[in-house]
């Protein structure tokens, strides 16, 4: 399946052209000096974030990614909203065409009109071709006649509501083999164990709940896209995975591989034991050995299993890293947007890459419970397992918490220490 060049038509076949482009709305609104009008499509400027990370490692693609650079760099956008995200995708990552797709026709002129602020003299407009084109289609049906008339992507972001994943399969046929795939879910209540059929159904993996539920959230929806991929002959790299309180919102960039992986190595089953608080990966060859290892004194009704899901690294150290780069070159990184800031959230990230890092985190307050003592300071804590050879660093996704290879055992034994020396 080889990646074809696109060629838009003068007159896209899902758009009209207008005769008179509308007159831009007054400026309500603004991210990282683009300005726009989310008009009365849904808006939240707490997911600015997410854009900035979106943007970032779209003008990192563009630039350093591709197989060729010099082709056009084609972003899609399939459930776009008011078109903010099609927009910064023009004006910051770059991109020499973006297809700016939502289903609600009666957004039409505030998309038409937040776009119509981006003007661009370029070989693409200058042999009549345009740089953004709007849609209003299902975005399952615009991402399948994508793939079947062989309009590949570089860039396709799927903001979607809830957690319907169907159109994952779609998504990953209109990708260009490289190409990054940014995918979307709302949905808490199947991350937190409330929802198993929906998770089982749209992902896959049947969720049941943990003490770590948004890390398994956004591991739920790479695992989904893990196993379309290799339903496709492909498989994914997950560049980066973020968790947002608001919403909460579960957000994932992957990168689309030729070839299938091994199929297994990252894609398994998560194991929890309420008893001692540890926590296990184990793989399809290990399903009905599942245990825990202090299971002689409990009852069976302790251990809590949830997959099948992705269990590998959830970023690209190497990635975030150039992503951290261009943000500083950029003037993002230390910059506080709506309570983020991008250096501390992509330091943490860079850190949680460590791939001797297990799935799942610990909360400071549960080794405090366990160990009987007051909670010591997260970074002291830290430090100690450090020092004692073991790999520990804070997590993006829960406040007061931390990942580590350090068995839960071992971190109550150094709790412990740090207070009696006190």
Known sequence: MAAAAISLPRSPPLLQPTRRRPAPPACTHSERGVSFDPGSAFYRSDSAAGRD?????????????????????LCLDAMCGCGVRALRYLAQAGADFVWANDASEALRPVILANLARFERSSPAAEAGRRSWVVSHNDATRLLSERYLRREYFDVIDVDSFGGDAAYVRAALLALKIGGLLYLTSTDWRSARGYGSRSSL????AY????????????????????????????????????????????????????????????????????????SQTFGFDEL?????????????????????LWTGPLHDASFLTEMLSLANEWGWACTIENGVTLEKLLGMMIEESDPRLPPGYIRLDEISRRAKVNSPPLGTL?????????SACRSHIGANTIKTNCPIASCINVARDIRNLR
Request: charged content about 15%.
């Open 53 to 73: 990370l979106a943007v970032l490692a779209a003008t990192l693609h563009r630039c350093r990614g591709r197989p060729d650079p010099s082709a056009p760099f």
């Open 382 to 390: 830290i430090n100690s397992l450090r020092k004692e050879g073991f």
């Open 207 to 278: 969720v049941r709940p943990m003490p770590y539920p948004n890390e398994v959230g956004l591991r739920m929806v790479l695992g989904g896209a893990a196993r379309e991929a290799s339903l496709l002959g492909f498989h994914i790299t997950p560049i980066f995975s973020y968790f947002a309180y608001h919403g909460p919102i579960y957000r994932v960039m992957v990168q689309l591989c030729n070839g299938k992986d091994d199929g297994i190595s990252n894609y398994g089953f998560i194991c929890h034991c309420k008893s001692c608080g540890q």
């Open 288 to 308: 009905g050995q599942i245990s825990c290892g202090c299971t002689d004194r409990t009852d069976a009704d302790s251990i809590t299993v949830v997959g099948p």
């Open 201 to 204: 159904s749209s992902y896959g």
